[in-house]
């Protein structure tokens, strides 16, 4: 990879107090992501996927100690402002998160959720922000989107409210998308819609994604290339197809072995 | 939402039942003979026979009742007999004034415990917390009759800032009526302001630790929009459940505070009842004030209903 | 099912550890503090000052507090400072009084409502009616009908607590009549009155100790309304109510009349309220009490 990387994580560290010390859910971890690429990341839970995504997003509780550096277009993000973390947030960066029946307010319509996220730092006429979101909402695959607008979220389900989830990501048309298990409240077949989606989205809006999930299937499926995170840290970071031909680190072996019949179609769909 | 009403007010009855009839019986826990306690020792045979023929004593038992409940469905509450005037005319000529300062120690309620408690969670275990928490633990703890005085030996005594007492109608006066008004709806206030301080913050918490929030904030808008739109608006629901419970402690505070401030409200016709023993008034009184807050619940849980969009538009899935 | 789960939770092996995480808890230290400061003034202090609560002297009247007088003298030059500790004695014994009587028909009634479903009914209805009422103004009605004396607030405000109790205990029961190890006992044959005093009661113990303990701190404000209004004690056996609308016609001359007694309530109600949020948090931190 020749590239400049869009993000690059570097000896990134995350502590939480707990008790009298604190406990290192994130301890020095290091990889890229490139413009237009698919990274997985992958780990059990608990192994601080979670985390890092957030802190990538400086979404963590104020009580996190970060150290080390996140530069996004080279720029550090933990020296950022408020107000530029949150112009980064509003312009360059989207999230979707792991539960699709929590993540959206319960009390606003989903059309209103869209909109907010699309008028977040533009300002733009009520029409056009409705066409925006109408529009969104059809690009993640919701039928009758005008109609939907109006929806309150437990109207709708689950499968549902992840696709209005990604559209609320895709609302400042991101070039980084970050997805903590996107589909591992829903099932398999559900699943195996919004895994397409996704990749279908990065294709034509050249949205680099980082997915990160548990589930090596999933990574076979739609990954370039994968990070593996085990107790904290990173331990391996590789190419898809030389991940599964060559594991390096013992765990990594371990989790393909859980599944065996998917390192047969590593890119097939 | 009117099915659900009109459901809300059929329950209601059988409680209204049960409560009017408590408030007909208080009379029967007086000791011994009510019109002897009624009349008092210097009352004459006959003003004894007078005062059970006025309250329909020296009928039979179930006559007593059939006519107490004829008489209450025609919003006939007895007459009082310390006053000589029907007990629910001079119940709805006062409740103007009590009214007035019920919306006006509401409004101080809503505005002091919602803010303190958002202020409280936003700053969750800092210095403004812990100063929040406090002030609303002293607040449920002290006497309102009690702080009632504290102010006006401060505020009217030392300073003379206030009049110590008094009432100005607002249609009157809105700026005498506001000088009068304030010390009675504060001293009414600050309790269930303690109350909501605590109800508020410990929903803010919870509510600001949801999924959705960090939804809101990963969309890049303001901090003042995540809290102030969808933090606020979750919080709101459960604080209106407890609009009742502070409605209620409001009315039932109001009759030393407006004894003391001499604020002519239904809580001080019911106080100067209670010291003259007139019966048929604080019967009344009890009933219309009760009768009125089950009303204001259902209202509330109405409210409240229409509020929550997974009630009121249903379809959930 | 496992075995476990068909016997009682071990408690009593628990209580160490709980009593431990009481005491690590601010709000039940703080809170024990204060109440047990007036709880003992209330006992040795009238020992120790040794003055008659009702000895006039009119040439000390109205004396700002002082050496002499610490908490000052009244319109009648009577101590303060006496009048106050014997008033604790009378309110937190009118309070005492009132959380027993709670605790006795709140268990009973409750435990009948939460375990006979035939009697659930008629007693929910009749605690929904009494509970309509707003509690402060129910107390001042059955007062008023009862003449005022101490006895009268006792039996006012325990009217007005006891469906609040009742509800609590019956909620707590719902839950635990179902549990396996009740089911077990039922099947087992034992009697109701068995299953309901071993098995449900020592169970529904947290939520009752938290709500006894708020009930407390509403029977110390209620009772000092009471007196205010001339319901409650009589004035040669003054409560903190009465000491407070005795002073209030010399508020201009004499603040301390007032202020002494309304600290001492505030002290009281205060260190209940924290006493009970601590018990809440530490016995049974899901609940959540509402008092009208």
């Given amino acids: 990879m020749t590239q400049t990387p869009l993000l690059s994580v570097r000896d990134l560290s995350v502590g939480f107090p707990a008790g009298k010390g604190h406990v290192l859910a994130v301890d020095s971890a290091s990889f890229d992501v490139h413009p237009g690429e698919l990274l997985g990341v992958v780990g059990e839970s608990g192994s601080g996927k979670s985390v890092t995504a957030l802190a990538i997003m400086g979404l963590l509780p104020p009580t996190a100690q970060l150290r080390g550096r996140i530069l996004y277009e080279g720029d550090d993000m933990l020296g950022m402002s408020h107000r530029q973390l949150r112009t980064l947030r509003g312009r360059q960066l989207g999230m979707i998160f792991q539960e699709p029946m929590t993540s959206l307010n319960p009390v606003f319509t989903v059309g209103d959720q869209i909109m907010e996220a699309v008028t977040a730092l533009d300002h733009m006429s009520k029409k056009a922000a409705t066409d925006r979101a109408v529009d969104l909402l059809d690009k993640v695959g919701i039928p009758s989107p005008r109609r939907r607008l109006e929806d309150y979220p437990h109207q709708m389900s689950g499968g549902m409210r992840q696709r209005v989830m990604i559209a609320i990501a895709l609302a400042c048309s991101p070039r980084l998308l970050i997805a903590d298990e996107p589909t591992t409240a829903l099932d398999v077949t559900i699943q195996a819609q919004l895994l397409d989606l996704l990749n279908g989205l990065r294709e034509e809006l050249g949205t680099a994604i980082v997915l990160i999930s548990h589930n090596m299937g999933v990574m076979a499926e739609v990954a370039d290339r994968v990070v593996v995170m085990y107790a904290s840290r990173v331990v391996e970071e590789a190419g898809i197809f030389q991940l599964f031909d060559e594991p390096q680190h013992p765990y990594t072996e371990g989790l393909l072995g859980s599944t065996p019949d998917m390192g047969e179609q590593p890119a097939g769909l | ?69 004829t008489n209450l469905l025609q919003g006939d509450l007895g007459r009082s007999l310390l006053l000589g005037v029907p007990v629910t005319e001079a119940i709805i000529q006062r409740s103007p004034v009590t009214i007035g300062i019920a919306i006006y120690s509401l409004v101080l309620t809503i505005v002091l415990g919602l803010s303190t408690g958002i202020i409280a969670a936003l700053n969750h275990n800092r210095w403004l917390d812990q100063a929040a928490t406090i002030f609303a633990l002293i607040g449920v703890s002290l006497p ?34 506001l000088r009068t008004a304030t010390m009675p709806a504060v001293s009414l206030a600050l309790l269930q302001a303690g ?48 609009l009742g419970l502070i409605l209620s402690v409001l009315l039932s505070g109001s009759i030393v505070i407006e004894t003391i401030f001499g604020v002519p409200g239904i809580g001080a016709l019911l106080g100067n009842a209670i010291s003259s023993r007139d019966y048929p008034m604080i019967q009344g009184g009890l009933l219309f004030v009760t009768a009125a807050l089950l009303l204001l619940n259902i209202l509330v849980d109405v409210l409240y209903t229409w509020l929550d969009p997974r009630i009121r538009v249903g379809g959930g899935k | 099912m496992t075995d476990l789960a068909l016997t009682a939770p071990p408690r009593f092996a628990r209580t160490r550890a709980t009593l431990r995480r009481m005491l690590a808890n601010r709000s039940f230290a703080l809170g024990s503090l204060l109440f047990g400061f007036i709880c003992i003034a209330a006992l040795v202090g009238p020992l120790l000052v040794g003055i008659d609560p009702n000895a006039l002297s009119i040439r000390d009247r109205f004396q700002p507090p002082s050496w002499q007088f610490l908490l000052g003298t009244d319109n009648l030059g009577r101590d303060m400072l006496s009048r106050v500790l014997y008033g604790a004695r009378l309110s937190l014994g009118i309070g005492f009084a009132v959380i027993v009587l709670n605790a006795v028909f709140g268990v009973l009634l409750g435990a009948l409502a939460g375990y006979y479903r035939r009697l659930d009914n008629i007693l929910m209805r009749v605690a929904d009616a009494l509970m309509a009422f707003p509690a402060v103004l129910l107390a001042i009605g059955i007062a008023a009908a009862l003449g005022p004396s101490a006895i009268t607030a006792i039996v006012a405000l325990a009217v007005v607590y006891i469906p609040r109790t009742a509800r609590v205990v019956r909620a707590s029961i719902l839950v635990v009549r179902e549990l396996d190890y009740v089911q077990a006992a039922r099947a087992s044959g034992a009697t109701d009155a068995r299953i309901i005093t071993r098995h449900i009661l020592p169970n529904c113990l947290a939520p009752l100790i938290v709500q006894l303990s708020f009930v407390f701190a509403y029977a110390i404000l209620s009772e000092a309304v009471l007196s205010f209004l001339g319901l409650g004690s009589p004035p040669t056996v003054p409560s903190w109510g009465v000491l407070i609308s005795e002073g209030r016609a010399y508020m201009r001359e004499a603040a301390w009349l007032t202020m002494v007694p309304g600290v001492a309530i505030a002290i009281t109600v205060l260190g209940l309220n924290l006493l009970g949020d601590g018990l809440r948090d530490v016995l049974d931190p899901r609940m959540k009490v509402e008092q009208g």
């Fill in chain 2, 144 to 177: 309102n009759f009690w702080l009632a005085l504290v102010m006006i030996v401060l505020f009217s005594v030392n300073l003379g800032w206030l009049p110590t007492g008094g009432y100005v109608p607002f249609s009157q006066d809105p700026i005498g009526w």
């Fill in chain 2, 1 to 69: 939402m009117l099915g659900y009403t009109v459901s809300r007010l059929l329950q209601a009855i059988p409680i209204l039942f049960l409560v009017s009839l408590m408030a007909f019986g208080i009379i029967y826990l007086i000791p011994g003979d009510a019109a002897t306690v009624i009349g008092g020792p210097s009352a004459s045979a006959q003003d004894l026979a007078q005062i059970r023929a006025n309250l329909g004593l020296d009928q039979p038992l179930h006559v007593q009742i059939l006519t107490f409940y």
């Fill in chain 2, 195 to 242: 109350l909501l301080t605590r109800i508020t913050r410990s929903t803010m918490l919870e509510v600001l630790s949801q999924d959705y929030i960090r939804t809101a904030r990963s969309k890049g808008i303001s901090e003042w929009k995540v809290v102030g739109k969808h933090a606020l608006a979750n919080v709101m629901m459960p604080v209106v459940t407890v």
